[in-house]
């Protein structure tokens, strides 16, 4: 039962994740995006990341880039009421960092404050030192490289990347300055076999995949993509459930009894 497995697990931080890469032991990674999610899987996972997908698979919008700092801030607080043992990581969005340091320690503090362990920025090379200036002031931070979504603005393409040398050299310095920078983690997206090789031969803080194969250190996904709520998903999604089929189905027979007057019963009716 999910409770006594979280009984028995401690409480996740980054220098775990430190000890899970030494040890050979995969980092398990989902994101969550409110309490009703966080409260069911908290204590199932490692990390539970409130990505800013959230704007996409949450508010409907097309873009992540749409969402600001304080919706993260409000998600970011709704999951950390539920977080059990997993170590929660908050996203700086798209807006709340590009103006430097200063405005990216003022922004990953909202989100510690919200009751995050840790914030994620997106960036290789070109947020180094912005990296570097939230970990100077105490705040873990996890990197992002490979398939940059709050990027995509300037390359038009959600493609996977490693095509050419010139790619894979420049993924590989991307992750390196996120090392350098004191980053504790790094996720990876959308990265080619041969580029996952060498990212991983590479950096030595650990690696979390999406759609970057199977030698990462951690593999994270989005949580409704591997439940299941949407029509169709991209190559490296598992579906693990049929969640989207399942509600509506439920909505379905609730619609049918309130319309034929089959619900609510007596029994179901204050005497
Ligand atoms: O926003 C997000 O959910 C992410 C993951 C896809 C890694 O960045």
Redesign the pocket.
């Known amino acids: 039962m999910p409770d006594i497995a979280e009984a028995k697990r401690k409480k996740i931080s980054p220098s775990s994740l430190a000890q899970m890469k030494l040890d050979g032991v995969k980092i398990v990674c989902l994101?969550a995006y409110d309490s009703l999610m966080a409260s069911l899987y908290g204590g199932l996972v490692d990390v539970m990341?409130v990505?800013?997908?959230m704007g996409m698979v949450r508010h409907g919008f097309a873009t992540?880039h749409h969402v600001d700092i304080d919706m993260m801030e409000l998600h970011v607080a709704s999951c950390a009421r539920a977080k059990g043992t997993a170590l929660l990581v908050g996203?700086l969005p798209f807006g709340s960092i590009e103006l430097g340091p200063e405005q990216a320690i003022t922004n990953a503090v909202r989100l510690i404050r919200a009751g995050a362990d840790a914030v994620?920025i997106e960036g290789g090379i070109k947020r180094q030192d912005v990296i570097q200036a939230v970990v100077n002031a105490g705040i873990p931070v996890m990197g992002?490289v490979g398939l940059e979504?709050q990027h995509i603005l300037m390359t038009q393409s959600f493609r996977s990347v490693g095509k050419n040398d010139g790619e894979v050299q420049s993924v590989v310095a991307d992750a390196l300055a996120v090392e350098n920078a004191g980053a504790f983690a790094v996720?990876v997206?959308a990265v080619r076999f041969n580029l996952s090789t060498q990212l991983e031969a590479a950096v030595k803080i650990p690696t979390i995949g999406?759609g970057a194969g199977p030698l990462c250190d951690g593999q994270?996904l989005?949580a409704e993509d591997m439940l299941g709520f949407f029509e169709g998903n991209p190559k490296f999604v598992r579906r693990y459930a049929e969640l989207g089929h399942l509600v509506q189905e439920a909505v379905t027979r609730y619609a049918d009894d309130v319309r034929s007057g089959a619900f609510p019963s007596e029994k179901e009716s204050y005497q």
């Open positions: 994101t990341l990505g800013d997908s992540t996203d994620k992002h979504p996720v997206e999406i994270i989005v």
